[in-house]
């Protein structure tokens, strides 16, 4: 069977069902709105500030931030303010003999200033997306053309050192997301023949062991998993161990909200959604032909006040699209100045009270060259040469905003004494239990995640992201050591064969990354 009719018969399996429609959104339409001093086209009321820009220091903190910011997320810091940690895509083909990639953090206070920054992973490379943990670990996701692609715990605060888990698979990592339910990591593979695989750890927070399976759909959309038997891909790639497995050529960003993963694949274009529950699969929209507003899919994230999931796109217009739970698709953001052109939106995340989006232009111009913050990394003089990445912030009136209860207050009753008999009176005591709401798991008929309502959730409960992270995590550091090497692997050590080919293919890739002027591609590409 050739490549081609494979694709074909995979991609037959899949169940269209109602898809998610143009329209203008919850925050209305930004034609004829005016880019900002940033250079962000925003909805009224939505303002924006550049967080960080590589090769420059980090506010006041001296640190200076990493080239080509990718995959990105918060944690809650426990006192009103979080940490946002975010990915370096430096691959390992761009500096040979060393890995120049890892992952970088911002802790901000409780009003959005800038505390301190710092790097939380050395020594790893190509670290694409990847995915918030509900034990407040940060999972780094290596995209790797040659050697190993693997998967990082991170600790956001920078305290533990990150651990790799090869027994999570070796690949093209993209993206993660964790089911806390279930107890299940669902990671996501940048390759046209890339698979969806659903990770099952032995001893659940711990990932240093367990069961790697990938998904299979059947012609009414019922989703199967079956087992990989060498995630370690030593001599056939775990996409090819599993027959009849379900094809998501070009895997992105992967999301988990209310029972459900959300997920992009960016050369058809197409979002879709598994409810865990039902394990049902559903294809929420499809983009295939340039389909407008939604092209160029990419990362994703989930505003969890309201359901909307948010899609960056790499390529297209670079926009970041709103996708509702009422299923209307439009533009939240855009970036028309040509000289992020050549380059993609990566990350977007909220911070935990979710009035602030987070997102990069990956290649967006700096003020230095990429030599001069790595000397292997020669892309010449301007315009090229300033393709360092830049971090926005966009702060403004999210629908699904947390608004923190206000603080208990104790009212003291004072006692009156008279000429006549004193009588003290007790204030009546009320006590109302906070209304309970019950909200349903996903229809694979939704065209985003179910939410209860579609207007601003502003009472809603605490907000869903990771609180203050652990002080340790996860025990993996000696699975990881005895895997180690010098090789192309990030520090973990799985050893791969590669041939002239593999090579070639890196080194188009390469120029892929200077050159490249939007739109999808079939191959791995950066993001």
Same mark, same amino acid.
């Given at each position: 069977?050739? $490549? ?15 898809? $998610? ?60 303010? %979080? ?34 920054? #710092? ?15 509900? %034990? ?34 070796? %690949? ?31 001893? #659940? ?19 199967? %998993? ?54 049902? #699969?559903?294809? !929420? ?88 913050? !790595? ?98 995590? $996860? ?53």
């Amino acid at each position: 069977v050739g $490549a081609g009719t494979l694709t074909s018969a995979r991609m037959a399996s899949a169940k269209v069902v109602d898809e $998610a429609q143009p329209g203008d959104g919850p925050y209305g339409s930004l034609e004829g709105v005016e880019p900002d001093e940033n250079g962000l086209v925003l909805p009224e009321g939505f303002t924006s500030r550049i967080v960080a820009i590589g090769g420059d220091p980090v506010g006041d903190t001296g640190y200076e931030w990493h080239l080509f910011p990718d995959g990105a997320a918060t944690f809650d810091d426990g006192e009103g303010g %979080w940490y946002y940690t975010c990915n370096s895509e430096v691959f390992n083909f761009l500096t040979p003999g060393e890995q120049r990639g890892g992952v970088s953090a911002i802790h901000f206070d409780a009003d959005g200033e800038i505390l301190d920054a #710092y790097r939380i992973l050395e020594g790893s490379h190509s670290n694409c997306a990847g995915g918030v943990t509900p %034990w407040g670990a940060w999972l780094s996701c290596e995209e790797a053309y040659i050697g190993a692609g693997l998967v990082w715990e991170c600790d956001p605060t920078g305290v533990n050192e990150a651990v790799a888990h090869p027994a999570m698979g070796n %690949w093209a990592h993209e993206a993660a997301a964790v089911d806390p339910v279930d107890e299940m990591v669902y990671l996501t593979e940048d390759n046209p023949e890339g698979l969806l695989y659903r990770y099952t750890p032995d001893a #659940y927070p711990d990932l240093s062991s367990g069961t790697l399976e990938a998904m299979l759909v059947g012609d009414d959309g019922s989703v199967t %998993w079956a087992a990989v038997p060498d995630p370690s891909a030593a001599e056939t790639p775990t996409r090819e161990q599993v027959p009849g497995a379900f094809l998501t050529p070009g895997g992105e960003g992967i999301w988990y909200h209310d029972g459900s993963i959300w997920f992009t694949t960016k050369t058809d274009n197409r979002v879709h959604a598994v409810d865990l529950r039902a394990q049902q #699969y559903t294809l !929420i929209w499809d983009g295939t032909g340039d389909r407008q507003p939604l092209t160029g899919v990419d990362n994703i994230t989930v505003e969890e006040g309201s359901g909307d999931l948010f899609v960056a796109e790499d390529g297209g217009n670079l926009e970041v699209v709103v996708i509702t739970p009422e299923g209307e698709v439009a533009p939240f953001c855009r970036i028309p100045d040509p000289a992020h052109e050549s380059s993609e939106i990566t990350g977007p995340c909220f911070n935990p009270n979710r009035n602030r989006l987070y997102f990069s232009s990956q290649r967006g111009p700096g003020n230095k060259l990429t030599r001069d913050v !790595i000397e292997a990394i020669d892309w010449g003089d301007a315009p090229d040469g300033l393709a360092v990445g830049v971090t926005y912030e966009v702060t403004g009136p999210f629908r699904g905003e947390f608004v923190p209860p206000p603080p208990t207050t104790t009212t003291t009753t004072t006692t009156t004494t008279t000429a006549a008999p004193t009588t003290t009176t007790a204030a009546p005591t009320t006590t109302t239990a906070a209304p309970t709401t019950t909200t349903a798991a996903p229809t694979t008929t939704t065209a985003a995640p179910t939410t209860t309502t579609a207007a601003p959730t502003t009472t809603t409960a605490a907000p869903t992201t990771t609180q203050a992270p652990t002080t340790t995590l $996860a025990k993996a550091a000696q699975t990881a050591a005895a895997a180690s090497d010098d090789g192309g692997g990030g520090g973990s050590g799985l050893v791969v064969g590669i041939g002239a080919a593999a090579v070639v293919a890196a080194g188009a890739a390469a120029l892929a990354l200077r050159n490249r002027r939007g739109g999808s591609e079939g191959t791995d590409e950066a993001g």
